[in-house]
Nanobody
């Protein structure tokens, strides 16, 4: 099982980035996928997830209306479109996979993790 996150970078406030997470070794149809982030000195927090059961999505309040999660099962890839970025979005962003067919952005519900990609929002 592998998850490879990419797409991070440095942007100015108000800018956009699209993160990608390419997975291998398992079928996206059967795993809930989530995005998490960890800022310096802070705990890892859930950002968004997309359920395997019905494709339902969930967003943390801090990103709702700005971020969009999606997936392409044929490409084995999960995306996180991030718009209207703010300095407080600066963090290492991780994708993760859960065997549970639920809506959750709780880290303990996730079984597999990618290596993270750094997003820096600064003027």
């Amino acid at each position: 099982v592998q998850l490879q996150a990419s797409g991070g970078g440095s942007v100015q406030p108000g800018g956009s980035l699209k993160l990608s997470c390419v997975v291998s070794g398992f079928d996206l149809d059967y795993y809930t996928m989530g995005w998490f982030r960890q800022a310096p000195g802070k705990e890892r927090e859930g950002v968004s997830c997309i359920s395997s059961s019905d494709g339902g999505t969930y967003y943390a309040g801090s990103v709702m209306g700005r971020f969009v999660i999606s997936k392409d099962n044929f490409k084995n890839t999960v995306y996180l479109q991030m718009n209207s970025l703010k300095p407080e979005d600066t963090a290492v962003h991780y994708c993760a996979a859960s065997r549970l067919s639920i809506i959750s952005i709780t880290t303990l519900d996730y079984n597999y993790w990618g290596q993270g990609t750094l997003v820096t929002v600064s003027s």
